[in-house]
Each structure stands twice: as structure tokens, then as C-alpha cells.
């Protein structure tokens, strides 16, 4: 996670001071990539704790295909990564957060677009299906792309976020599989540690599906950001050592379909890591 540390400390250095659509400000950098080497270890965050649940119930939400904040719960209740974007959401909508009014649906976001994109004949499009059977059949195609970015679903009155993330790509290449994701928006501090490993894991589990090796994780930023209110956090984890990196680890139980996994799959060993810095989350 050098690489991840060496871009706080070129925002910081570097960025440019800008408003933004929450009033916070941040300091931007526009256009970075990093490139993490799966076969190094796994790119959690050390100089601060990953929240490791919260990640991997979030990623098989999406996987899901659902839109819906309590399918999130269900897989882990005590994830809260979505609670305040959907808590605006709602308001924009003149409704309480978490009332009897609220059924849970945040719009079409990212899983919808993964699995359920709208064909231009109303047909739903399963874009990660299809990219997998793309890996299986057809490696060597430039075209084994999934698009969260949907123009006609993003506004955001039709969204709760619209995606940040909002392209990936696979590459085959030597029987190792690579991806590569294209984020609009990134929120350095909060967002991209749990990005950065919420992509390093779908790797893992499509590599693992199509009996290849995952290779590496290319995360191309466009509008890379720190929150002026998380600077001092930042000048605190960049102040730290960071230590090794860790191992995934997953449960082999014949999995054969991205539906198969569950979070009691996935494990981290020998994940070391300074204590977690809090910051508040701009919405």
C-alpha cells in the first residue's frame, strides 16, 4: 500500500483547493494509477484497520444485484457504509430516514447496473455474467467490460450515489487475470482503502471461478480528492510505519458461480494494522 500512501502524500503536496457539491471543499488531484501486485499480498490498508466486514458484505451486495439498503443488512447488519447517502437520499425525497415510509431502495446503483442493466428493447442486461463468460471463452477479448455508469440512471434524483466507481475491465493474459477500474470520484482517506480492496477481492473471486491466477489491480483515479476536514487525519496515517501485507484466504467449497460466495468465505491472515482513524463522511 505504499503507492496508496505516496498519492495522499502528492494530494497534500500538490492538490488544488476546490469546492464541492457538499460544502466541505477538498483538496483535488486530477488523473492517478496504481498498479497492485496480487501476488505481493492483499492490498488492505495497515496504517489504519480496514473494516473488513463492512467491505466484503458491501461487494456480494453488489454482486446480489440488488439496490435495496436492507439486502445490505441482511448480509451484514452492521454495515453502515450506505446509511447517510441513503438517509440523504431520502430527504431529497422529503422522507425520514429509516421511517415507516422507507422501504429501502436507493435506485438503480451499482448492483442494478452490474446485473440488471436496461437493454434498449427493456431486456435486462447481466454485464458480470457476461464478462465472466467472456474470461472463460473468449480471453484474449478487449470488450470484457462492466459499466456502472448508466447517463440515463445517474441523476441524482433517480440515485442515492451516483457510481464513483464506475468502470472495470478484465485482461487475460499467461493464465493470469488482471482488472483494471475506472473511478470518476474518489475520497482518498474514507473511500479508496475500501475500493482498493473491494476490487483486489472481485479479482480474487473471478480468477478463482475461471481457474486463473489473479495478477493485477489497476486503479485509474480521475478526480482523486482529500476532504479539507481529513487532512489532519491524513498527515496522522501517512506519520505511521506501514507493515506487511496479508494473505486472503478463501473457503473452497466448489464454487463455480460469482453467486456461490458468501461472506464466511473470506478471510485475512496475518492482517497487522494501526488503530483506526476516525473521519467524518461528506454527503
Known sequence: MITYLAQLQQILDTGIQRGDRTGVGTLSCFGLQARYHLPDGFPAVTTKKLVWKSMVSELLWFISGSSNINDLKKIYPHNKLWDLNYADYLRRHGLEPFDDSSDGDMGRVYGQQWRHWQGPNGEQIDQLSDAIKLIRHNPDSRRIIVNAWNPGESDPKSVALPPCHAFFQFYVADGKLSLLMYQRSADMFLGVPLNIAS????????????????????HTIADAHIYLDAVPQCRQQLARTPLPLPQLEIVDRGQTSIDDFVMTDFSLTDYQCHAAIHANMAV
Open 199 to 218: 476490487y483486489a477481492l472481485l479479482l480474487q473471486m473471478v480468477a478463482r471461478i475461471t481457474g486463473l491466477q489473479a495478477w493485477d489491480f489497476i
